[in-house]
């Protein structure tokens, strides 16, 4: 079975470089969240969307921004990249907003040196 | 807006023992309930979720958790651990209504078994 594919699996950017995440999510899922997951930490709610639309944001810096396309593939933009912003992100997806089951990536691991 | 609580950090056990990972919630409405495992470098599988009926619920690689609402917690158990099993296992909820959807997760907890 199709599983959410995100891209690129590692990454690695310098200070104040810009970063773009890419995440695929499985077929017919209109609903797509990202996640941070520092070292040694929980996994920490950024923003999610339905349908294209923001539905919820959590603690996502300014200097991030994000989107769901008409494909529902969603990208998250990271600018200004600091030291601190190191950390493994996720991606999820489900279908709508009554599915209780979000489905996970392997994750990006972005390491900022 | 929810919590959750993940007692122990890590729980080292021998294989074949038992093991029960604690979770313990807090929330001002009614949630689902989740149980995550998280391989080294990997993404995080589902191992198990209530929803809603029975309180045990059974999950893969023969784990269960059972819902306890009037002490709200979602303790997750095996009867026979095995090598494979040591893993990071993250206890998550979600609410039920609303459009919002996130989970929420607990620290984790770093199960390692010994042979």
């Known amino acids: 079975a199709a599983g959410v594919i995100q891209s690129p699996r590692h990454l690695i950017k310098e200070k104040r470089e810009t970063a773009t995440l890419k995440c695929y999510p499985i077929p017919r899922h209109d609903t797509v969240y990202w996640y941070q997951q520092g070292p040694g930490q929980d996994p920490q709610f950024l923003i999610s969307?339905?349908?294209?639309?923001?539905?919820d944001k959590g603690s996502i810096p300014d200097r991030f921004s994000a989107q769901q396309f008409s494909d529902y593939h969603s990208e998250l933009n990271m600018s200004s990249l600091e030291l601190g912003d190191s950390a493994l992100y996720f991606c999820a997806s489900s279908l709508g907003t009554v599915n209780t089951e979000a489905f996970f990536g392997q994750g990006t691991r972005l390491t900022v040196v | 807006a929810q919590s959750v609580t993940q007692l122990d950090s890590q729980v080292p056990v021998f294989e074949e023992a038992p093991v029960e990972l604690r979770c313990n919630y807090s929330?001002?409405?009614?949630?689902?309930l989740f149980w995550y495992v998280q391989y080294p470098n990997q993404g995080l599988q589902l191992l198990l979720k209530y929803l809603s009926g029975s309180t045990l619920v059974k999950g893969i690689n023969g784990f269960e958790a059972e819902f306890n609402k009037s002490q709200t917690s979602f303790h997750l158990r095996k009867p026979s651990v095995h090598i494979s099993d040591t893993a990071e296992y993250f206890c998550?909820?979600?609410?039920?209504?609303?459009?919002?959807?996130?989970?929420?997760f607990g620290s984790g907890t770093q199960l390692t078994v010994l042979p």
């Open positions: 929330s001002s409405v009614s949630v689902y």
């Open positions: 969307f339905y349908e294209k639309m923001q539905s």
């Open positions: 998550a909820v979600t609410q039920r209504s609303g459009s919002a959807r996130q989970l929420t």
